[in-house]
């Protein structure tokens, strides 16, 4: 059997994970319905419903630590990505070209991506904390729901403007908002049916050792 604390240790392992995840497999585009999204978009969930267990079952200091030490991560990540890229390859290595162009990002997305998630997430532990504060702690789906949706919200808003603002022409005030409704729509989604995780994961992490 788990004790706790490793139970919370995997989960901000599977967190960090879910984090990797959506900043580099999430650079691939697919189409879900006629909407154009990033396969991103399936690992999303998973940072929003685990901040929210945390959030239940310890506290908002403690999913708080979980956001910051993540970032922290990420900065990390980014920095170690951005050195590997531009470091020469060996002579006998033809693949840097594909090297960079999977794992290589532009400054301005890597900015986007970083401050999104941050403002984001701890916008997520902030409404659900509240939210559990007003209804004495009853009622888990509606902090669990309504803290991800606004939060999801003000991620993928936050995310395509500061990258794809005036990028070109195109790009403009009323365009960036055609993806943004669609693609937060499908976070919608998945945000409703990720609640019995949600409960389940309280469950775990509360169960007796």
Known sequence: MFTREQKKQFLFALYLTSMVLVNTLGSKITTLGSVRASVGVFFMPLLFVITDIITEVYGKKTSTQFVNLSTIMMIFMFLMIGLCIILPPNATWGLQSAYASVFGSSMRMTIASLTSFYIAQHMD????????LITKEKHLWIRNNVSTIISQFV???????????????????????????????????????????????????????
């Open 155 to 209: 991620d993928t808003t936050i995310f395509m403007f500061l990258t794809f603002y005036k990028m070109n022409p195109d790009y403009t005030f009323s365009f960036l908002w055609t993806l943004i409704l669609p693609y937060w729509g499908f976070k919608v989604i998945f945000a409703l049916l990720d609640t019995p995780i949600c409960y389940l994961g309280v469950w775990w992490l509360k169960r007796s050792e």
């Open 125 to 132: 532990v902030l409404i659900f904390a509240f939210i559990k």
